[in-house]
């Protein structure tokens, strides 16, 4: 259940903050609103009146707007294209033409200065965003919702993006924001509503809170430092990152030049909301991607720019976010997956044919070892369920004994037990003399797992402390970006 | 109002696959039948006529494994392309330029070395020949992402016209009286047939021997894992550290290569000479990615496949005399068969329910 | 001399027509994101349809409407494996090939041998085709010649202009985003490619009626695969496709006219294909926006995956 019991209402000329962290149900929320998913109770009222929304063009009959997290534009068409295409009233010949003046209007009307002519691949994110925001207002949206607007913008944009907000405001109409980031919250909302788990913990107007109060209320709990695990010596150093800065798939900067070094016998973790630039991190540690500038050692060797191979060679195993896409060849059997990153390794082929008695053999460990549920090591392994897959996964990687193993995300999605079975192997792993770099959103993982915490934020780290640190308690003004230590 | 609900089906095993062939194959010649029957032709003696022509004598049986041997080379090839999801419809032309390398080969160390040097440089000869022509495409894709379809499919074209102005041209034969054949190859560079039948026995071992040892590749070696799950999930082959660029450049040797094979059995197994280029390659690079879809990708299976197609070419061929029907007629049972091939496979991999939907409108 | 030219001319058009005709149909097919390969069966079908009508009815008109009817319908086949079945297009189209061609062999063999009585005549358009040498050669042509300038036109200008276009253009870019925006792209891709089969057809109904008045078995000769190479040379835009059929159309007139000049005429059979590949090489190495391909081109879509 992504939603229970919320009740939301906002009036007019007003921006209401909707805070809280990935998989609170904010995006679930508004995408009920926008007419997406249908809910299974509850009403939505406008102007005191029941309505039913089952579709997009329903919710936009009835003037709500929605601008997503990920663009849907086309990048190869004009802006009056774009925004032509899901127009109710696109005229049928000469869209570009016709539709060009009303987009100036828009335009001029919020100060957004769109030239309807330009493709929409030539223009900045700000730019694109605000292609989106002209599309909702021009099929007549009276109440616009952003779903974390500013995670591809620069700061200059961000202010740009409010001061339209602003006039927006000013004209009547009605905003939601959604986001994960305090600062904007406060800086920009009237209100804010605060979403955990699907459910409301907290309401109140931006001038009667600061940022202390919202965090608690996003994050509800207080830090308790239960570490049951036992205390080891700091051993040697496994990996060093210096100064590393790494691009994202939009080629703008996603990991801001990061350093730090992870010892064996220790489990570091990166916190932080999804999208801060971890998954860029991760990937260039592991070869998936380029390194801009910056270098990586891994025991003493170089690895910056190496290929996936050589990096696994050097020590580095990946447990990745995305299992099924990266992780194993859904149609492949078990024993076969069971290699997936190995297959090169002399004791499971040599130079031509791979040793298949050994992989069986191996395969075979690996299920009792990791406990993974499967009928034998020749089905497919799609036939998996996640917690499964994922043991497998880990197994395969934890079983050569790595240097460094990387784990973004491990247990998302899974159930309890095989949540706590994953969590106790990366304990063990640790114990071992393995050093383990675990890239997870669920602060309770985070706090009963690692030892050292650094807090990711847009790029860089807002901190990197001790898990028995005890200004750890404010981990939800540094991970929203508020603090830096 | 009726809607189709699509979901994936997980549970698939071998026996089911084997049921939707059958179906499929069935269903196909029931549609075939009904084409028949439109355009005049009383069905169950037609196809009667084309499974009796082929396998239904001993003549036909020969003529059948005569025209199974290039469908072998070339599926097979095909087959581990194809796995790799490398859409290569080029074999036509690689055919072709084995078939042009191998008979320089034959017309022109042929009069002086014996049939046991010979025979194997033309095969060499041969394979390399397809071989480079199958590392174009592959280049091409690698180095400026150009889709191997459309590559492959050019290529066709201009080898096909390259043939012809090498007969016409500095390769025409000068005991041919004009014509734009080259020289018989010399009786040295020919392949030997078995007695009473077209069957280049050369090149049906070096067939089931290189299908064979593919099919080994595929499931035994390292490469072909490699290859396997390239084609499975790109993207976990990424991560998996497989090299994408060496993978497929190995991949097009092989699979022109063995198109390549197939074109010096058909230049020095069957003609003896070189000549108009269609009727050098008659479409067996475009019959084998059928072969090869209907062997599901599996070299081994592709020796079965490939005997029932040639038997359907063959049975053709017997209808065109007894009939009078035009040769596009294998062109109906080919393209009928493998619609329901593709029909057959959805239902394979996805479960599909009717469904009442009365929410939406 | 002038006479020569005025023949080459006259030829060069017929030649390139039905060329065009069937680009302008794969081009509105391809933008919309489907490959089809199975032009050549299309179009082979449209062929074998319009003349077999033509002779029973006497009348090619409604040959033509024939053909159009039956080229829409065999496309359906590749339009349900593609899409609803998101079947490989590449498997999809080939078979369409072969069965087109098959079934147009099997139903035409009655006719081979006797020519119509009765062909798509030329319409010589009053005044204008008075005019010395270009008259002859641009307007006393066959009725498909002007349909197919025109439907080029046509086509150019509903893609670029009209609402639909955005709609089509859209599907073939970014189909999640398409369908974001209401709209079905299912239906937008199906409707394109029986639409781009129909054009194929009345690329084969010219071929039977109009270029020549007999039915042989493999009339399109390898027209159909011309056509898939011209849409990419094209660049995907029906008012360059009219260049370049007829200039793909010409190099086959001339083919072997200048083969006294010492040019091999397989040479020049080679170029239109050398040259599409060239065009792909150079967009290759700039920048590939402005080849104008379609950016999900042969990439199965399926709904609500992300």
Known sequence: MANTDVNISIGEGEILGLLGENGAGKTTLMNILYGLYQPDSGTIQINGKDISIKSPG?????????????????????????????????????????????IITYSKKFNFDIDPSRSVWQLSAGEQQRVEIIKALINGADLLILDEPTS??????????????????????????????????LELCDRVTVLQKGRIVGEAQTTDVDKKSLARMMIGREIIFQIEKEPMERSDKVITIDNVMVKNDKDLEAVKGISFSIFRNEIFGIAGVSGNGQRELVEAITGMRTVESGKITIDGND??????????????????????????????????????????????????????????????????????????????????????????????????????????????????????????????????????????EDLEEIFELCDRIAVMFQGEFMSILNSDDLRLKDIGLMMAGSLRL | MLKLKVTDRIDVLPRHSLLSLVFSLAAGLLAISVIFLFSGVNPLYAIFKIFSGSFGSLYGLKETVTKAIPLILIGGGLAVAFRAKFWNIGAESQLLMGAIFGTWVGLNWGPHLPWPVIVPLMFLAGFVGGAIWGLIPAILKIKFSINEVISTLMLNYICNEFVKILIVGPWRGKTKHGFPYTDDLPLSATLSVLPGSRIHYATLIVAVVTVILLGIAIYK???????????ENPDAARYSGIDFFKTTLIIMVISGGMAGLAGVGEAAGIHHYLSYPESISSGYGYTAIIVAWLAKLNPL??????????????????????????????????????????MGDFFLKNRVALQWDLKRN | MEDIIISVAQRTLVAGTPLLLGTIGEVICERSGILNLGVEGVMSVGAVTAFIITFVTGNPWFGLVAAIVAASLISVIHAFASITLQASQVVSGLALTMLGLGISGLVGKPYIGKPLTIKMQNWAIPVLSDIPIVGPILF??????????????????TLEYTRLGITIRSAGENPMATETQGINVYRVRYWCVIIGGAFSGMAGAHLSTSYSKSWIEGMTAGRGWIVIALTIFALWNPMRAIIGAFLFGGIFVIQYLLQPLGISPNFLAMLPYISTLFVLFIGALRDSRKMNAPAMLAEPYRRGER
């Not at chain 1, 009056?80 to 539709?99: C, D, H, S, V």
């Not at chain 1, 001061?163 to 305090?182: C, D, P, T, V, Y």
Request: proline residues 4%; glycine residues 8%; charged residues 20%.
């Open chain 1, 58 to 102: 329903d919710s936009r009959r009835y003037g709500i707007g929605m601008v997503h997290q990920h663009f849907m534009l086309i990048p190869n068409h004009s802006v009056a294209e774009n925004i032509a295409l899901g127009y109710e009233m696109t005229p049928l010949l000469f869209p570009q033409r016709k539709i060009k003046d009303s």
């Open chain 1, 152 to 185: 591809v913008l620069t700061s200059q944009e961000t202010q740009d993006l409010f001061q339209n907000l602003r006039e927006m405001k000013a004209q009547g109409h009605l905003i939601i924001l959604i986001s994960h980031k305090l600062d904007e919250i």
């Open chain 1, 303 to 440: 690895i910056t720019n190496e290929s996936v191979r050589c990096i696994y060679n050097s020590g580095i195993a990946h447990v990745p976010e995305e299992r099924i896409r990266f992780g194993i060849a859904p149609g492949l059997c078990l024993y076969e997956n069971a290699i997936l990153k190995q297959h090169h390794k002399p004791k499971y082929s040599n130079k031509l044919f791979l040793a298949y008695s050994k992989i069986k053999e191996h395969a075979q460990k690996l299920l009792s070892d990791f406990k993974v549920l499967a009928p034998s090591i020749n089905v497919q392994t799609k036939n998996l369920s996640g917690g499964n897959i994922q043991k497998l996964i880990l197994g395969r990687e934890i079983s050569e004994g790595p240097s460094l193993l990387v784990a973004s995300h491990p247990t998302y999605g899974l159930d309890v037990g095989a949540t706590e079975y994953l969590r106790k192997q990366l304990l063990k792993r640790r114990r071992e003399g393995g050093a383990v770099l675990l890239v997870s």
């Open chain 2, 221 to 231: 070696t390292r490469f072909g894992y490699e290859v396997r799950v390239i084609g």
């Open chain 2, 301 to 342: 299976y592709v020796i079965l496949s490939a005997l029932f197609f040639a038997g359907i070419l063959v049975g053709g061929d017997a209808i065109q005399i007894s009939l009078g029907l035009p040769a596009a007629t294998v062109q109906v049972f080919n393209g009928t068969l493998l619609v329901f091939l593709i």
């Open chain 3, 140 to 157: 006393d042509r066959s009725p498909f010649f002007y349909m197919a300038i025109v439907l080029a036109a046509l086509a150019w200008f």
